[in-house]
């Protein structure tokens, strides 16, 4: 029990300090209850009101508040209804991943995982990726951040910089490129050589 009471401080520390952002509507929050055995963990999310529904609590508004504001919020609020709740809370944002991997999409992230682990989630690298060239676009502007460096590193997602909308996109590597040209050249010239067996 100890140790559990120990985990559970941890991941409210780092939820605080990775997560001072403002959640937007389409994000979320995970909560996790470890001494009650009632059905309330799960994750709930952000509507575009700004509001979010919780079991027991009713809506919560989230405009304009950042994360460690909501989160003493909610575990004041269950404190109230359950005595000495182990309550962990931790911050969803999203994540649109594009181009050369397996399933391409929308991913709700914590900011614990890493880029390693991000790619992993969109189903890996494509054998025609060029990974080490990842960029990450923010409101339509690509962000100066040296993602290859944090390939094989330990940083976490919101260590490195990387909010809520951001899209991570992996390029195709360019010779794949060249090779599709140049199949492109050969079967027009192929094209060109029958069509001028029948002049």
């Keep these: 029990m100890k ?27 995970r909560i996790n209850f470890y001494n009650i055995p009632e059905p309330i963990k799960g994750d709930y999310f952000i509507q575009e009101n700004g509001k979010i529904q919780l079991p027991y609590l009713g809506m919560i508004n989230s405009t304009d ?16 209804i359950y005595r000495d709740p182990e309550i962990s809370v931790q911050s969803l944002y999203r994540i649109d991943i594009l181009g050369e991997v397996g399933k391409p999409g929308v991913y709700y992230l914590s900011g614990f995982e890493t ?10 690298e494509t054998k025609d990726s060029d990974i080490d060239d990842m960029i990450v676009i923010r409101n339509d502007t690509q962000l100066e951040l040296d993602i290859e460096s944090y390939l094989e590193g330990e940083n976490n997602l919101a260590d490195i910089g990387i909010e809520s909308g951001d899209k991570v996109y992996v390029p195709r590597t360019w010779w794949v490129g060249a090779r599709d040209a140049t199949v492109l050249i050969s079967g027009v010239t192929v094209l060109v050589a029958i069509a001028s067996l029948f002049r």
């Design 3 to 29: 140790n559990i009471k120990l985990l559970a401080v941890l991941i409210v520390f780092l939820s605080i300090n990775i997560f001072g952002q403002i959640l937007k509507p389409g994000d979320g929050i």
């Design 65 to 80: 508040r950042d994360f460690s504001e909501l989160h003493d919020q909610i575990i004041s609020e269950y404190s109230k």
């Design 115 to 124: 880029v390693s682990d991000l790619i992993a989630l969109a189903g890996g």
